[in-house]
């Protein structure tokens, strides 16, 4: 659906009134799979945000839409605060201040906003924050290839006990194993403390079943027959692969130090860094993010106006 001209912000500059006016576009589709990875492999970005799979799978739970302004094309979405914020698909560079400036109000920020781009917002009208739950993990993948030194040694115990009990197998993610895929995807929620309503099921399952529309690459893991877990991403730039979504039954130990494991030992060569994206405020998840030994630990800002700064 096409809507044309529906913000309006209007201000008087030395006598003169001054329209200011954003399209929204279109909602996020498929069909702007070119276009926007296009943009995001131009933007070079190291944030997971600035993936066209990420934008798609959770474009009915972000509400996201495509705003078109004169410098550039951002995109429009809702957090889980249902808070409103901007995305910058241009570096912001283009965008006068006095731009920028009115493509916020009181209630919204622009955000994922990485920290090279915040010189193009002046400190005296924008101000910038970060939340640590919204940060992404980014290691080196040779570190997660080799689990070598102390930071490993659990990880690396583990994966010698799977290992040493079990042959797990391996093949490529395809239409051929998608229903082995949907059922260990089904297996990991049953055996979740948290409703199907409460995790990434069901956009999981979306990207398990679009995979090739999405050109999603992975891996799907089975143990004496039996499915047993899986490893999907994409590139997110040159030199950086994000993995989106790793799901295992907890039956097999160690499943999950296995398919990173192997996962970085295909991509080293490829791909110096992986990004396993934010750990959502989840102490669990944060605790074992943190195990892996992350390179760094990657903010996502927020730049709002300052209070009167409209």
Not at 105 to 111: L, Q, T, W, Y
Not at 190 to 200: G, I, Y
């Amino acid at each position: 659906m096409n809507i044309s001209t529906i913000l309006i912000c209007e201000q008087n500059l030395k006598g003169l009134k001054t329209s200011y006016f954003m399209d929204i576009i279109e909602t996020i589709d498929l069909k702007h799979r070119p276009f926007l990875s296009a943009r995001f492999r131009q933007m070079n970005l190291y944030i997971s945000d600035y993936t066209f799979t990420n934008i798609y799978l959770f474009r009915n739970i972000s509400r996201y839409e495509i705003l078109r302004k004169d410098c550039g094309t951002f995109i429009s979405a809702y957090n889980r605060q249902n808070q409103n914020y901007i995305m910058p698909l241009d570096n912001p560079q283009a965008c006068s201040p006095d731009t920028l400036r009115h493509l916020l109000n009181e209630n919204n920020f622009f955000f994922p906003i990485p920290e090279e781009w915040l010189p193009f917002f002046p400190k005296d009208e924008f101000c910038v924050t970060s939340d640590d739950s919204e940060s992404d993990y980014i290691y080196l993948t040779s570190n997660m290839a080799s689990f070598a030194g102390k930071q490993y040694t659990r990880h690396r115990n583990h994966l010698n006990q799977l290992i040493g009990a079990f042959h797990p197998v391996q093949q490529p993610l395809s239409d051929d194993t998608l229903l082995d895929s949907l059922k260990i995807l089904r297996q990991w929620q049953d055996e979740s403390v948290v409703t199907a309503s409460k995790t990434d099921f069901a956009v999981c399952t979306e990207a398990l079943q679009k995979a090739s529309e999405l050109a999603l690459w992975g891996t799907i893991y089975y143990i004496e027959n039996e499915p047993a877990g899986f490893i999907i991403g994409e590139a997110l730039n040159k030199d950086t692969f994000c993995l989106h979504f790793a799901k295992a039954s907890k039956k097999y130990h160690g499943i999950y130090e296995f398919m990173f494991n192997d996962t970085a030992i295909k991509l080293q060569s490829q791909y110096k860094y992986l990004n396993l994206e934010e750990d959502l405020g989840n102490k669990n998840l944060r605790k074992t993010k943190g195990s892996y030994g992350p390179e760094c630990i990657l903010k996502k800002y927020r730049v709002s106006l300052k209070v009167g700064a409209e």
